[in-house]
Structure formats: structure tokens, C-alpha cells
């Protein structure tokens, strides 16, 4: 299953995941800069971490959204 951009879902549908998909704190934190938008390169300057871990915590953050669907 392929899911649209994470910035494409509604608010309500965005409280949906986050009430769902049991996201660590810090999937969380990446799900809520993805939901507004943010590029890879933000949420990795925002959240401290490296590129390729916001593109790790991405990919589990969406096999999470897959899940609740």
C-alpha cells in the first residue's frame, strides 16, 4: 500500500494516526514537523539528528500508518 505525503492528511485524519499507531516520542515529534510540511532537512536541524534517521524514523512512522488502516 502507498500512502500520500504525510502533509496531504486532514487534521482529524492526523489525530487518528497519532491516537493509533503507538508512535515513540520521538516518531511523534517527526510526524507532527512532517504534518506541517517540514522538509527531511528542517526535522533533522529541528530535531538534532541526522538526515538519514529522519528518513528511518519516516519509513517506520508510515509501515506504523499502514498498520492502522
Do not use: G, H
Not at 538534532?48 to 492502522?68: H, P, Q, T, Y
Amino acid at each position: 500500500m502507498k500512502l500520500p505525503p504525510i502533509q496531504d492528511f486532514v487534521e482529524w485524519e492526523l489525530q487518528y494516526f497519532r491516537d493509533n499507531c503507538n508512535f515513540s516520542d520521538e516518531e511523534l515529534e517527526c510526524f507532527n514537523l512532517r504534518a506541517k510540511n517540514k522538509s527531511n532537512t528542517a526535522i533533522a536541524l529541528q530535531m538534532n539528528i541526522s538526515e538519514a534517521k529522519v528518513s528511518k524514523l519516516i519509513r517506520r512512522i508510515k509501515d506504523k500508518m499502514i498498520r492502522v488502516l
